[in-house]
Each structure stands twice: as C-alpha cells, then as structure tokens.
Nanobody
Framework: VHLEESGGGSVQAGGSLTLSCLATGYQYTTTYYCLGWFRQAPGKEREEVAT???????KYADSLKGRFTISKDHATNTLYLQMNNLKPDDTAMYYC??????????????????????RGQGTQVTVSS
C-alpha cells in the first residue's frame, strides 16, 4: 500500500488549502477500511485531524469541526482534506494514514491513527499571520 500526499503549501491566515492523498495497492472497494489525516508540528504531539471510513462516516478533532472536511473520490482512490479559515496554529506536517479498524462484521469502527497500518511521507502546511 502506498499513500502519497500533495497540496501543501504556504497560505495566509483565513485562507484555504486542499490536501490530496492518492492511495494505491489496497482493495478499497471490497473490504471495510479507514483513511484519515493527522498532523504534527515541531515540538508538539501528533494530532489526529479527521478519519473517514468506507461507509462514509467522518470524524473530526473537536477543535477542527466546521473548518476542515474530509472526503474521498472512490473512482480515483484519492482522499482529500479541505481546510478553510486556516490559522497559524494549523501549521504542521500533514500525513495521510490508514488506521486499523476493529469490531464484528457490520459494526466495525476506525481505531486511533497512533499506529496506522500505512502512512504517507507528509505534506507541509504553513499558515502565516
């Protein structure tokens, strides 16, 4: 499995960016799966940003709800993160990841991204004030 992020860059506070993650090498059409984004800034702990499962259920960090939107293009296996009203505190390296899932058939849920099955190399987002 290969996850490759793109779309990072520098933007002024209040601006928007859309990150992309091309996912290859996994049967995303036949099994339950989870994909997500996490970020890490220098000197700070890793922060889970958002997760999306194969059933379309999205979860966000409470502090980011309303500003960030996670989505997936099933035709191209591309995961997106739309980020609006960016703030300097959003400056970080953003990573695409595939967290594990757990639970019985029909009740599976995504687990934490602390130990993802796969992750990309990251894309840098810098927000200036």
């Amino acid at each position: 499995v290969h996850l490759e992020e793109s779309g990072g860059g520098s933007v002024q506070a209040g601006g928007s960016l859309t990150l992309s993650c091309l996912a290859t090498g996994y049967q995303y059409t036949t099994t339950y799966y989870c994909l997500g984004w996490f970020r890490q800034a220098p000197g700070k702990e890793r922060e889970e940003v958002a997760t999306l499962d194969s059933l379309g259920e999205a979860k966000y960090a409470d502090s980011l709800k309303g500003r960030f939107t996670i989505s997936k293009d099933h035709a191209t296996n591309t995961l997106y993160l739309q980020m609006n009203n960016l703030k300097p505190d959003d400056t970080a390296m953003y990573y695409c990841a595939q967290p594990p899932s757990s639970g019985p058939f029909g009740q599976r849920v995504c687990l934490s991204q602390d130990n993802p099955l796969y992750r990309g190399q990251g894309t840098q987002v810098t927000v200036s004030s």
